[in-house]
């Protein structure tokens, strides 16, 4: 089974490369540590990638699609078409995330997961549709245990085809109506959190929808009871498919040591499903931000990583991902590209 031998290939670190990186940057003309959490980003990159300084490459992003059926319970701002018409848009280079991907030279794919539509043949569009959008998980489960498998390793196999293509940093995003539900919902039942405390107002729902939101949230845990040590369980029963496929990433970058950058909230809950299968996947992974949606705080806490920037952001697609993808290449390109003492010949401080 791809997602058992994925998970035997995934390795804890070597921590040795850590005390060279650290005498590489400690080397380069600035006074020690001057560069804050650039150097921490350069760092944890020649630790993950086994290598003094890090190799450079490409960089490309993954958008997933897909719909789900919690949309029926009218939990979000917009109707479930939208996520048909916003892959439309990313095709066409019109979203927020082709504009920064443009910015900072990265590589966007989109990826139908399970959009509840017919896409016509397109080549920028990869079909890796699992079924038209979940069930409806306050009234049964999301999928079935075998399509929340297939879905994860969907998301192996993308990794598996383009880790030999000098790649450098692998980012993710999505888009999914009802998708906030999902995260919130698979968020409570491997913590144990209340619905109320983690639903969040996603694409900015009012507070009517708000209680809708966390109704069938309550409902659909208490149906389908979520087994919190079974993670494929939990992502079956009140899950997104984008969502397996987003963890399937995750897991196949720490099979192949490449560092992984992660989104807002929907990112942030395949990241800890990812984790409850494997949890030494997370020492590749880069928490790009603190996004604006209620239970992303407890993510992080529970993924134990801190995120780099708080823009106040809760548009998902990749676009914190995007944004400090461009500052881990520029952390790297300081540890290859600047001067060291000895090489630009200037004195040290005075010990």
Known sequence: MLLEETLEKIRPLDRAVEILAQRRLDSLTKPQGSLGKLEDLALRVAVIQGRVPPRLGRKLLFIFAADHGITEEGVSAYPKDVTAQMTHNFLRGGAAINVLARHHNVEVEVIDAGVDYEFAAA?????????RGTGNFS??????????????ETGIRLVQQVAAEDLF????????????SSAAAMLCAFTGASPRDMAGRGTGIDDATLEKKIAAIERGLELNQPNPSDPLDVLAKVGGLEIGALAGVFLGAAAFRIPMVL???????AALLACRLCPSAREVFFASHLSAER??????????????????MRL????????????????????????????AGVNRKFK
Not at 123 to 131: G, S, T, W
Not at 139 to 152: C, K, L, N
Not at 169 to 180: F, K, R, S, V, Y
Request: charged share 20%; with cysteine; hydrophobic share 45%.
């Open 123 to 131: 080549p920028a569009l990869r079909n890796c549709k699992v079924r």
């Open 139 to 152: 009234r049964g489960p999301a999928m079935t245990a075998v399509e929340a498998r297939q879905s994860i």
């Open 316 to 343: 998902g697609e990749g676009t914190g991902a995007c944004i400090l993808m461009g500052l881990i290449e520029a952390a790297a390109r300081i540890m290859n590209e600047m001067e060291t003492f000895e090489a």
């Open 169 to 180: 940093l692998l980012g993710a995003g999505e888009m999914g109506i009802g998708n906030t």
């Open 295 to 312: 239970g992303h705080r407890l993510l992080l806490e529970k993924l134990k990583l801190a995120p780099l920037l708080d823009l106040q």
């Open 263 to 269: 989104d807002g909230f929907i990112s942030g809950a």
